[in-house]
């Protein structure tokens, strides 16, 4: 109690001379349990001064040596999976073992990202110039792909390390340097991922970490001339950073409302298992959870009564128990996800549970005949409820899902692989996942966003890519 914990900035750790915290309240118990520095403008200038002057000897650092530092920081993350892990608990509660599981993907991610450049970025172009009417053969074009400079990423809450790394190891392998904004619940296991970097050994400078208010720093982060590129993942606020942001190249990932197209010809059993998991893992609080099921009427009973048998079985608690619904994160979240509940109350949804909640904690609730006039047929939870829209026509699931703000992922699930692919062809989202949750792993694979859910597109490679620009010399023959 009492201590807070330092920033990063220079390879030391420091005081923000604000002489300001902010708190970190644990969602379970709704008591600070952390603090964190408050940074201020003036901090942020002198990160974004060194962040630049370490990039410059960090581009010169050959490929095979930036990839061996990455190793290491995956392997020391690995190590101390079990303290991260237990941040997690705390500041995001993130049931004790999904959260060690975050820990261990993201020294995985960390360590294909390190395999994954060296390949991709230690090969460039030749080409020469006869192959275009009216030249001859007098120009060889070499072409490579270089660093862009200062990589500002901002991750999100409910995945503050795996979201971190992800932007972090790509930065770092193509020759950027990186400014880290941790959200704040989550920002003491960011600034334990980044201890991790520390000790690893890279150089002063080429990693910081800055902590502190979005209305002190946020705008002035992402507006900053410093920054060479902003990856962000989150809410709405990557909106308003796209419309401020400077002409950097951009990759942002958003919000969703994922469907879930369910068919009379599908395996029930296999998608209520998923629809289980997909809606109510880590209490909806992702951005690719199950937000809507499209069932055709010929099923739907069938299917809500599975999916019901099913969260009956979800444990209910603290996550240091482990439990499958812990708190969603903050109080205001947990009045959001009500005042959804109630209007689907008053407009007359079946409720397949009893509503219930304590402080942040609030019991998974199926929502069943939901209609397009409830807030819940469009918005977010981001918590543990989920509503299912029955349909008579495929048709009319997949308008539903495309007259959606969000394009993120969707799902069918369908025994016609044939259907499917049209289904998929049809719906306007980043990815359709046939017969499975949609998910962003394994995290190799593209991830993307479409509308409000967000531009360009990750996963290691595509961030790779995204986080370089060609650079060409053209040999003028006599
Ligand atoms: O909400 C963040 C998003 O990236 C989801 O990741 O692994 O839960 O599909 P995942």
């Known amino acids: 109690e009492g201590e807070v914990y330092k920033y990063y900035s220079d390879g030391e750790w420091k005081k923000s001379s604000s002489g300001k915290a902010v708190n970190i309240v644990n969602p379970t118990t709704r008591k600070t349990h952390f603090k964190v520095q408050a940074c201020t403008q003036e901090e942020v200038n002198q990160v974004m001064e060194i962040a630049k002057s370490a990039q410059k000897a960090w581009a010169k650092t050959p490929l095979w040596k930036r990839a061996e530092l990455l190793h290491k920081a995956a392997a020391l993350l690995k190590e101390h999976k079990a303290p991260i892990a237990e941040c997690l608990v705390k500041e995001i509660a993130k049931p004790a073992k999904d959260s060690v599981t975050e820990v261990v993907r993201s020294g995985d991610l960390i360590s294909y990202c390190a395999e994954e450049g060296v390949r991709l970025l230690g090969e460039g172009k030749f080409l020469v110039s006869d192959s275009f009417p009216g030249n001859e053969r007098t120009k060889y074009c070499l072409s490579s792909k270089v660093p862009l400079g200062v990589v500002l990423a901002i991750p999100p809450f409910n995945y503050p390390v795996n979201l971190a790394v992800s932007k972090i190891a790509p930065a770092l392998i193509a020759g950027n340097s990186l400014v880290l904004k941790p959200p704040t619940q989550g920002a003491v296991s960011c600034l334990h991922m980044v201890h ?128 499958d619904i812990t708190p969603v994160v903050s109080e205001s979240s947990a009045n959001f996800i009500e005042g959804l509940v109630m209007d689907a109350k008053e407009k007359g949804a079946t409720f397949c549970q009893p509503y219930k909640r304590e402080g942040n904690l609030i019991w998974p609730l199926l929502l069943d005949n939901v209609r397009p006039d409830m807030r819940i047929a469009w918005e977010e939870p981001f918590g543990p409820l989920l509503p299912v829209i029955r349909i008579s026509t495929v048709e009319e699931g997949i308008h539903h899902c495309n007259a959606s703000n969000f394009g993120l992922q969707g799902c069918v699930f369908t025994r016609d692989i044939n259907k499917a692919m049209l289904i998929s062809d049809a719906m306007e989202t980043g990815t359709v996942q046939i017969n499975s949750a949609p998910a962003r792993g394994p995290d190799h694979f593209p991830f993307q966003g479409l509308k409000d859910s967000g531009i360009g597109s990750q996963g290691i490679t595509n961030s790779i890519n995204m986080m370089t620009k060609v650079k060409t010399t053209v040999i003028n023959l006599p």
Not at 209 to 224: A, N, P, R, Y
Not at 231 to 245: E, H, M
């Open 196 to 323: 991790c970097f520390h000790l690893a050994g890279f150089p002063k400078g080429l990693i910081s970490c800055v902590t502190g208010k979005g209305s002190e720093i946020g705008d002035f982060l992402t507006m900053h001339p410093g920054v060479n590129c902003i990856s962000f993942t989150g809410g709405d606020t990557g909106i308003a950073i796209s419309k401020k942001a400077g002409m950097v190249p951009l990759q942002m990932e958003l919000g969703g409302k994922d469907a879930c197209i369910v068919l009379e010809d599908a395996d029930v059993d296999l998608a209520a298992a998923n629809i289980v998991k997909g809606g109510f893992s880590y209490s909806g609080q992702r951005c690719t959870a199950v937000k809507v099921v499209l069932v055709t009427e010929l099923i739907a009973d069938d299917l809500v009564a599975k999916v019901n048998a099913k969260v009956a079985k979800l444990t209910v608690g603290p996550p240091e128990d482990d439990c």
